[in-house]
């Protein structure tokens, strides 16, 4: 594969990784969530991301899986480090980034698929993790739901998965975790109890990579929970049924299989 063609996404033309992939490169954890190459991509907030913090902290509570000063406090927790700017989302809870609130809701629906399916000393496998946030929060939910995990594989573009791990460091809390990168991750041994999580990132790949991780990885994995927002497909190759949900607005699907 020709060395750029990784950094192409399924919505064709100028949209690519190309700037973030070289910003993170050499980016510091301390203030990045402000640093105006990286949010398109990790932390863009505008009235869209703000509406829908408000939708997805309301299914958050019909989950009814965690209580407000949870909520809150892993939302700050997950705030704590990048500087990130804060909108208010609810009465209950600070003002956060509602990023944060995405990675608790899909943290969230992933922990209780893994319930519902009694999954238990499994790998999970996330591709495509962005800066490493929705890692420490299911780090955090793991602990709280007493899911024993194996490990916590984050594959991602190799400047990408090297910043997650500054980011996951920054918190302590790399045990268990391991950092693929996309250029080497077909010599890893995937377990095969392994669970796959991905949001915004297995769909909006360009087909070539996406069918690439299809063989190497989505092919042996028996379960897992795909956010897809590819609008052109979904050719994910699994028996899904879809989450459904009432937020207004999201670009794309809550596959689960
Ligand atoms: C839109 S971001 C989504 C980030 C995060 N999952 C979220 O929901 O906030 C897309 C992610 O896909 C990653 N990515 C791009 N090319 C990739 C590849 N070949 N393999 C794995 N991840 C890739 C990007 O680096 C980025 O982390």
Redesign the pocket.
Known sequence: MESES??QTCFGGDIT?TK??DVLKNASVVNFKRNKDLIE??EHVGELQIQHGKDMYREITQLNMVDTLTIDRLVRMNDMIGNPYHHKIAPGIQECSP?SI?YVYYGLLAIRDILEKKLQDIEFVE????YG??CIILKELFKMFGIQIKKYVM???DN?VKFQEKYVRAFQMQHDCVFIP?ETHKEYNFHEQSYLF????LS??CDS?RREYYESIVKNTSHGLV?WNNPFCIDLPKDYKEIPHSCKDIVGKFLCF
């Open positions: 990784k950094l990784y973030y992939y991509i990790t990023n995405k591709i495509g993790g962005g946030g929705q594959i991602d573009l990408v996309y991905s949001s915004y990132c909006e790949l990579v956010i």
